[in-house]
Structure formats: structure tokens, C-alpha cells
């Protein structure tokens, strides 16, 4: 088995830096649903932050087969081939399979970023911080969603 090239090593370790400076940036984020999530001609809005400040605050807008993204982590648009996108899709995507899906973003189709000692564009840590928001908040909503169907 051949060792990874010194540009490999070096987009691996972005990468897992990202995630990270995500998970850390999110911690005491709270989702919050202010458009309700039963399907229809509304989008599902989840804002995601601190209770106590904005800082890296995001809202998502899910609606038909786009997950629209706003906030301190930069603003894009990601789209799939489906009619209709669930709660439950996008909390079984992948991070590289989320990112491959913007359609728009501050820095175009692909919300890549050049990094020192890598050649290729590599994927854009804000592209990753929408990724890992976004299963955070789905997987917090998921949990009240299960205590409501038990007290009901």
C-alpha cells in the first residue's frame, strides 16, 4: 500500500481541522424550529445558535430539494435530484456528499478554498460548518420530536 502524497496528507488534515473548529464553534448551539416541520408549501426554518449570544449563528431554510443557508458561517444554497427532502435524508448524507451539492455560494458552485501546500481547491471549511450544523440541529430536533411523541 502506497503512502499519501504530502498534498493528501495536507487536505486530510483540513478537513478534520474543519470539523473540529465546527463541532467547537456549535456546542452550546440550541436548535430552534420556527416554521413547523410537517411538510407542505412552508419551508422547515430551524435557527441554529447560543441562546446567549449569535456568534456563528446559522438558519437553515429546507424546502422542497434545497437546503438554503444563512448566518456568520457565510450564506449557500445546496440541491438535490429529489422532489421533496426530509428530516431523516439529511441526517444520513455525508459531509463530502453535502458539500457536493452547493449550487451557490460566496465563492461560487463549489464552496472550495486554496489552502498553502495543496494544489487543488479543497472543500471550504464554511461548506463543512453548514454540515455539521445542520446534523446537529436535526439531531437535537429528533430528540424533542421523540420526548413529544412519548408525553402525547
Known amino acids: 500500500m502506497s ?6 496528507e495536507l487536505q486530510k488534515q ?3 481541522r474543519s470539523h473540529q473548529f ?8 440550541e436548535a430552534t424550529c ?11 426554518v430551524i435557527e441554529w445558535r447560543k441562546p446567549s449570544d449569535s456568534n456563528y449563528a446559522m438558519t437553515f431554510f429546507i424546502w422542497r430539494n434545497r437546503v ?13 435530484p429529489c422532489s421533496e427532502l426530509t428530516l431523516e435524508q439529511l441526517a444520513t448524507f455525508d459531509w463530502h456528499y453535502f458539500a457536493g ?16 501546500g495543496v494544489a487543488a481547491p479543497v472543500c471550504n471549511i464554511r461548506a463543512i460548518a453548514h ?15 421523540v420526548k413529544m411523541k412519548g408525553v402525547a
Open 68 to 80: 438554503i443557508v444563512t448566518g456568520d458561517v457565510g450564506d449557500a444554497v445546496y440541491a438535490w
Open 101 to 116: 451539492k452547493c449550487v451557490a455560494s460566496e465563492t461560487g458552485r463549489d464552496y472550495t478554498q486554496k489552502i498553502p
Open 131 to 145: 454540515f455539521i450544523g445542520l446534523q446537529m440541529a436535526i439531531k437535537q430536533l429528533s430528540q424533542v420530536i
Open 22 to 29: 465546527a463541532a467547537e464553534w456549535f456546542a452550546k448551539h
Open 34 to 44: 420556527l416554521v413547523p416541520l410537517e411538510r407542505g408549501e412552508r419551508p422547515t
Open 14 to 16: 483540513h478537513i478534520e
Open 3 to 8: 503512502k499519501p502524497s504530502k498534498q493528501a
